[in-house]
């Protein structure tokens, strides 16, 4: 079956036209599916011959809202999402002060299995099709009656597990032929998948990167991360230094800060040596709660002291405000759904 709403324009053309129609309905199909349309008979102004066509060699990628959890505490929502095939992901919309911002998914699940992420756990299933990317944001929009601005690749999966849906996603996304939401607005985050970084950097696409590295050195590392086995600490900053040069754009490294885990002075220490010179921003976060995985938050004084250290290197570091944490909307706590009965 095609994916007809992972076309842009001159592709859906040239697909139309290879079934023997006219050139000019590719502009009213994608007219429909900017106006969410739900099925093809719903296409009113397309022949008859086509919609049946349509229907026999091609799909229509939906994320339907299936879950609304609100969080109490702030202005967050969770959203559970059921896809074409029945397999679920989760969404989490979020309000800053400069709009609305998504957290979505590009995977139903994750195989990268880092100990302290719920996705990590919850198995993997399949990658996400750049429109089962676009559809996400475009429900919630739906939702919440608002614009979304802003678009993070943070939810379940790994992107550059998933590279060529990515790429697609963000460059029809950012197009005319879609949402018109821009790179700038975009931001990607890896667990460091080397090759695919130094890819992307050969893109020299104006969105953001975010490597997750949440710790300083090797054996630390692959003690959480299992990727670290394969691409270790060495090669992710020098893909990272690669990026930076190809773009001139400031990475962030996120790291979760896990109490007698990796945040230690002598660990701040290392991690400012390590990004020393870099062009970056680290992200300190608590880790949060996930459950079987048996960490703890850092202490406040833990996070204050390891910030510290930070900055007297030299190196800008923050620390994160949790959203959501009353839904399990926050980092690292989305997963796979099993159980269908569970929506
Ligand atoms: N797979 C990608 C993107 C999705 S995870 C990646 O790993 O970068 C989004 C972010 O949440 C990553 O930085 C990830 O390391 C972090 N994260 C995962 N579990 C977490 C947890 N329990 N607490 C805090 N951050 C977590
Ligand atoms: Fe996958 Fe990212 Fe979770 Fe690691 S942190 S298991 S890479 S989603």
């Known amino acids: 079956m095609t994916d007809i709403k992972s076309m842009n324009l001159s592709e859906l053309t040239a697909y139309l036209t290879a079934n023997g129609f006219e050139k000019f309905r590719s502009k009213q199909v994608l007219s429909w599916i900017k106006q969410d ?3 093809f008979d719903g296409m009113k102004n397309v022949p008859q011959k086509l919609r049946d066509f349509l229907k026999q060699d091609a799909y229509l990628a939906c994320a339907d809202i299936v879950r609304v959890q609100r969080s109490k505490l702030d202005d967050t929502v969770k959203y559970l999402f059921r896809l074409y095939d029945g397999e679920y992901v989760e969404g989490v919309l ?7 911002t ?5 995977q139903v699940g994750c195989k990268m299995g880092c100990t302290f992420c719920a996705t990590g756990k919850s198995g993997f299933s399949r990658s996400l099709t750049a429109s089962e990317m676009i559809a996400q944001i475009r429900s919630a929009e739906l939702d919440c009656g608002e614009r979304i601005s802003n678009v993070v690749l943070m939810g379940m999966g790994e992107p550059f597990d998933n590279y060529e849906n990515v790429i697609r996603f963000l460059k029809l996304v950012s197009s005319e032929d879609s949402l018109c939401i821009g790179m700038r607005h975009i931001t990607i985050s890896t667990c460091g ?3 695919r970084m130094r890819d992307f950097a050969d893109l020299r696409l104006q969105c953001g990167l975010s490597v997750s590295l949440h710790a300083p050195n090797d054996e630390a590392r692959s003690r959480t991360m299992p990727i670290n086995r394969r691409y270790p600490i060495k090669e992710v900053m020098d893909a990272s230094r690669y990026y930076i040069e190809k773009t001139n754009r400031r990475i962030t490294f996120e790291y979760a800060l896990i109490d ?3 945040d230690s002075d002598a660990a701040a220490r290392e991690l400012a040596g390590l990004l020393k010179g870099l062009l970056c921003h680290v992200n300190l976060i608590p880790v949060n709660i996930v459950t079987g995985a048996g960490y703890r938050k850092s202490s406040i004084k833990r996070q204050q002291a390891f910030v510290n250290i930070l900055s007297e290197e030299g190196i800008n570091a923050t620390v994160r405000r949790t959203l959501g944490s ?8 989305l997963k796979r759904n099993f159980m269908k009965g569970d929506a």
Do not use: K, L, W
Request: hydrophobic letters at 30%; one cysteine or more; a negative charge.
């Open 37 to 39: 349309v739900a099925d």
């Open 94 to 100: 979020m309000r800053y002060h400069h709009g609305r």
């Open 102 to 106: 998504i957290c979505i998914s590009s």
């Open 193 to 195: 998948i080397v090759p």
């Open 260 to 262: 007698g885990e990796n």
């Open 326 to 333: 009353d839904i399990d909307a926050s980092c690292g706590q």
